[in-house]
């Protein structure tokens, strides 16, 4: 990895049973991600995934890009939900610039969009070069 490299942007497709596995795991079993009345009741425009999800996609397209790197910093601010269709699904997309390189770590710049927005808040990942 060089600075200035530009990495392949990588596509995650997101349904509602992603949601479901993904609550099962986490234990965060809050109703809007998985109930479309409780979702609206507060405001959003439908089912969201969970924050957190959304930025595990971040770190497997970190993860796809750097192999088996250590990372050893990942962070970034929610900024706007992605909304989750009942039928069907929505498309995440990560793409990242290699901002450094220093002292054998890697800086990575990402940008975290669903149609075409900004769904992460300065996303970043340093990994182990």
């Known amino acids: 990895m060089n600075?200035?490299?530009?990495?392949?942007?990588?596509?995650?497709?997101?349904?509602?049973?992603?949601?479901?596995?993904?609550?099962?795991a986490s234990g965060d079993h809050n109703p809007i991600h998985q109930?479309?009345?409780?979702?609206?009741?507060?405001?959003?425009?439908?089912?969201?995934?969970?924050?957190?999800?959304?930025m595990a996609l971040a770190a497997r397209a970190v993860s796809d890009w750097t192999g088996a790197a250590e990372v050893v910093e990942l962070g970034c601010k929610f900024t706007r939900p992605v909304v989750v269709p009942a039928d069907g699904t929505v498309t995440v997309r990560v793409a990242g610039t290699v901002k450094s390189v220093d002292d054998g770590l890697a800086t990575l710049a990402l940008e975290v969009t669903c149609d075409g927005e900004k769904v992460l808040?300065?996303?970043k990942a340093v990994v182990r070069a």
């Open 35 to 54: 109930d479309e009345a409780v979702a609206r009741s507060v405001g959003l425009p439908d089912v969201i995934a969970h924050g957190m999800y959304t």
């Open 121 to 123: 808040g300065m996303p």
């Open 3 to 24: 600075p200035g490299d530009v990495l392949e942007a990588r596509r995650y497709a997101v349904t509602r049973a992603d949601l479901v596995a993904y609550a099962d």
